[in-house]
């Protein structure tokens, strides 16, 4: 690999006319919430924020329109003012020599908005309100088929160490990186899927509503389940490995989801973005199509602060960085394929093992009505890991969610998290 991103390959080498810009910026907290997997209380694993800066575990459109600020915007470091989505990812660690595990910090995210694929463009040309979706799989550990001709394209692992050499590529963690102190760093990025079923959100079943183009992940088409082309997003996290240089254990990597792999990458938006803004940034004649969002017209950011000033605290007090015994919650460190899923065990749980079920049972606080569903492999997407599973949910009463996932698999048997 010669070049820094899959994302700059694509856009010189491919369509010329790409209309695209990308966000900069900063963490707003590290929590174990997920406001769109375990809505409402604490979530599974250690997750990295960007973007609104009033990102909490019940954040939703409205709410995150009332956010004074957001820690993603231009490159010279102002916030962006139309965008309030919130955008986050796992947390990285490493083992520490003493074999404690330490949270890699992160300085830095690139997110890519690109007009991109063939499909029938929503129209207008944005996500709805209060659309939301997560890009690969927290359970998985190993190359996922995306198309028959396409593997390992959702996630990318880079290190990079000086301008005309890195390490990695798509895929899972690369071997023998000690430390990447070239911008970006250590890259771990993630294509998102952009085609709609034009219906829904599926909230309680965050996968199915969207899928990846069939062919090329950016510009191959959106297939017939999915007919609906949005715009397509592609994150980049920068992970400061420098700082911990000499500290850890060669190959240790683990995300915070106990995948000591890569492919276990994930990533999550909830749109956040006022109405009307990215038709205008993304389609039309005076389309963007620059690497910095401030040089597009038709968007605004605030002089007055930095996007790194854009905070806020975590409500379930724990800690994530480490020095710790064991990863945050539940998350035993696996390379069964799927991993075993386990309860959002409780704040302040460190190394609660989660031994691999073949049933299981988790309860939220998300208040809703009874639904039921069932995950179908969706032919076209990459998610062939839904093939093996069924999900159902029944919501019990006003303010009690159950879930219960069967997953059919090789996995050994057990039920809960033991702490
Ligand atoms: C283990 O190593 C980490 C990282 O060097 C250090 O911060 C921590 O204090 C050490 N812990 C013990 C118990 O020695
Ligand atoms: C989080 O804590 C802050 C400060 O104590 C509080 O203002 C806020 O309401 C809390 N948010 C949630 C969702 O609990």
Same mark, same amino acid.
């Given at each position: 690999m010669k070049t820094t991103s899959a994302a700059l390959l694509a856009l010189t080498a491919g369509s010329a006319s790409a209309q695209f810009f990308v966000l900069y910026g900063r963490d707003t907290v590290v929590s174990r919430i997920d406001p769109i997997i375990s809505p409402g209380g604490i979530g599974m694993h250690a997750h990295e924020f960007m973007g609104a800066g009033n990102i909490d575990q019940n954040s939703d459109y409205d709410s995150l329109q009332k956010s004074t600020c957001s820690s993603v915007g231009r490159a010279n470091g102002n916030p962006i003012i139309e965008d309030k989505s919130a955008y986050w990812h796992p947390t990285l660690y490493v083992k520490a020599n003493n074999g404690t595990y330490l949270r890699v910090p992160t300085n830095g995210h690139q997110i890519y908005y690109i007009n991109a694929g063939t499909g029938q463009m929503r129209e207008p040309f944005e996500f709805p309100k209060g659309f939301r979706m997560t890009a690969g799989n927290a359970y998985i550990r190993a190359a996922q088929e995306h198309t028959p001709t396409n593997k390992d394209d959702i996630t990318q692992w880079i290190c990079h160490q000086s301008p005309s050499w890195n390490q990695g590529t798509q895929g899972g963690f690369p071997k023998g990186v000690t430390s990447c102190s070239q911008y970006p760093y250590f890259n771990g990025a993630i294509e998102f899927p952009h085609c709609w079923n034009g219906k829904d959100f599926n909230l309680n079943s965050p996968y199915s509503h969207v899928a990846y183009p069939v062919g090329d992940i950016r510009n191959g088409a959106c297939p017939d389940t999915h007919p609906i082309r949005l715009p397509h997003l592609f994150m980049e996290n920068n992970y400061d490995l420098s700082s911990l240089e000499g500290q850890f254990e060669v190959d240790s990597f683990v995300l915070s989801n106990g995948d000591p792999t890569g492919y276990g990458f994930h990533a999550d938006f909830f749109n956040g973005w006022q109405e009307g803004v990215l038709p205008d940034l993304l389609s039309g004649s005076n389309a963007c199509d620059s690497h910095?969002?401030?040089?597009?017209?038709g968007v605004t950011f605030d002089s007055s602060m930095n996007w790194a000033q854009c905070t806020t605290t975590?409500?379930?007090?724990?800690? !994530?960085? *480490?020095?710790?015994?064991? !990863?945050? *919650?539940?998350n035993a460190i696996t390379t069964v394929n799927p991993a075993p899923q386990c309860k959002a065990c409780a704040v302040g749980v460190v190394g609660g093992q989660c031994n691999a079920p073949s049933s299981m049972t988790t309860s939220t606080k998300k208040a809703s009505s009874t639904f039921k569903t069932t995950t179908k492999a969706?032919?076209?997407?990459?998610?062939?890991?839904q093939t093996t599973t069924t999900t159902t949910r029944t919501v019990t009463s006003t303010t009690t969610q159950q879930s219960t996932t069967t997953v059919t698999s090789d996995a050994p048997k057990s039920t809960d998290c033991d702490y």
């Open positions: 910095d969002v401030g040089d597009c017209s975590n409500n379930f007090s724990e800690d !994530l960085d *480490g020095p710790l015994s064991a !990863l945050p *919650g539940c969706a032919s076209s997407t990459m998610q062939t890991w």
